[in-house]
């Protein structure tokens, strides 16, 4: 922070921390992380306590047919779009304290510290909580910000079940939901979230601040290779079809086509599986998944069709029949040049040590992105771990990143 320069107001470092040391609470685990899944009785005490602070703040509070909550901060014309921020409530089963819950309460405490100063802003603040951003009970992440941006139908986040059966519309119902509240899409000014990185490079980099320009483009595929079941010991090696020679074949090749493709190219072999599975038997069957990840649209296009190159021709040379498909793409996003310079100009009146970033991961904000200018705000987190019960961030960080948040957000809304 630069002391010679005091840009006011500032939020609140200990009442921001204490609200996520209580909110954590809810669904606590035995390792220090979080259980609150989407719908589920911790995720509706957890919308519970964080309504009762937006009200305490005198904050309206609006829930929408798919379970999104938006919590109001009138302007002095109350009729402009709204300067919005949000994120999510809802955890991983064995998730942390910051994932998502940073965002939402960096924006609570935004209005609270407002509030405190009797900041007026020309244009209503919203903070909204997005419902099952983690996928994880309910099989669609980002489910609430994918509807409520239109790039998902209702119906069909409505019909989606859990292991137990249960329907998302189910859930919203026991939860207290009413499922005949209008479905629409305010007006929105701008739309910023402020989240854990979930990766090391702040940290790595020694920065606090990362302003985050954009998402990268990502895909999964699957390899099938098939070969020929057949006894390890009589069957010699020249007589054999084995897929596993496809697999060591192609993937020296795979790592050196993302080297080619720059530090910023991600490729993960994260499942390889044989049929039958045993030891002293040549496999019938490989599958394995080449996960694809690239900030730059080009160069993600061209390392995608490489891949699948690659892989055909290590089924000619090896004589085998296999196929490779893409079972999911998401496109890249690129977070509106107006919301990261307000980002970028929060950061450097505050005196933050700042650098820019592409985000590994998928954010609420990239559904917010496809229909009002959007752009994000990352702080470091221990480790670069998330995802994980031990995922752990530092309260100035959290503090530093909630006053960026701040002053973006009233650079706009003023
Ligand atoms: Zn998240």
């Not at 937006?54 to 402009?80: H, K, Q, Y």
């Not at 509807?147 to 998302?168: C, E, K």
């Not at 005196?351 to 985000?359: D, L, N, Q, T, Y």
Request: hydrophobic fraction near 40%; charge should be negative; aromatic fraction near 4%.
């Amino acid at each position: 922070m630069n002391k010679t320069n005091p840009i006011a107001p500032r939020v609140s470092g200990t009442r921001l921390w204490s609200r996520l040391m209580e909110m954590a609470e809810i669904g606590a685990t035995s390792q220090g992380g979080c259980n609150r899944q989407a719908l589920t009785d911790g995720d509706r005490e957890g919308r519970k306590l964080f309504g009762s602070w937006a009200t305490a703040a005198g904050c309206s509070l609006r829930v929408d047919a798919i379970g999104n909550i938006f919590v109001r901060r009138p302007g002095r014309d109350d009729t402009l779009p709204v300067v919005m921020t949000g994120s999510h409530l809802d955890t991983q089963p064995t998730g942390g304290k910051f994932d998502g819950i940073y965002g939402v309460l960096a924006g609570l405490e935004v209005v609270e510290s407002l509030n405190d100063r009797a900041v007026e802003t020309r244009h209503p603040i919203e903070v909204a909580v997005w419902c099952n951003e983690e996928g994880c009970r309910f099989p669609a992440a980002m489910m609430g910000s994918a509807v409520w941006s239109g790039r998902m139908p209702l119906a069909g986040a409505y019909a989606l079940t859990d292991r137990s059966g249960l329907s998302v519309r189910q859930e919203l119902e026991r939860l207290g939901v009413d499922i005949s509240s209008p479905m629409s899409r305010q007006a929105v000014k701008a739309a910023f979230e402020v989240h854990i990185e979930q990766g090391p490079v702040l940290e790595q980099r020694a920065k606090t601040i990362g302003v985050v320009t954009g998402v990268q483009h990502m895909s999964r595929h699957e390899v099938i290779v098939r070969g020929q079941e057949a006894h390890a010991g009589p069957t010699p090696m020249d007589m054999r079809k084995d897929p596993i020679r496809v697999l060591a074949d192609v993937l020296p090749a795979l790592y050196a086509a993302a080297a080619r493709h720059g530090q910023h190219a991600r490729l993960t072999v994260g499942i390889i599986e044989t049929s039958p599975g045993s030891p002293n038997t040549v496999p019938g069957q490989l599958r394995f998944t080449v996960d694809l990840r690239h900030p730059d649209g080009a160069q993600y296009r061209s390392l995608r069709n490489e891949v699948d190159g690659l892989v055909h021709a290590a089924l000619e040379r090896q004589g085998l029949e296999g196929s490779i498909r893409c079972v999911w793409e998401a496109p890249g996003v690129m977070f509106d040049p107006a919301c990261i310079a307000a980002v970028r100009h929060a950061a450097a009146a505050l005196g933050c040590e700042a650098m820019e970033i592409v985000s590994g991961a998928g954010h609420d904000s990239c559904n917010t992105a496809s229909v009002v200018p959007t752009s994000m705000i990352f702080i470091p987190c221990a480790g670069g771990l998330s995802h994980n019960e031990a995922e752990s961030a530092a309260p100035k960080d959290l503090e530093t990143g909630a006053n960026v948040l701040m002053h973006a957000m009233l650079s706009l809304a003023k």
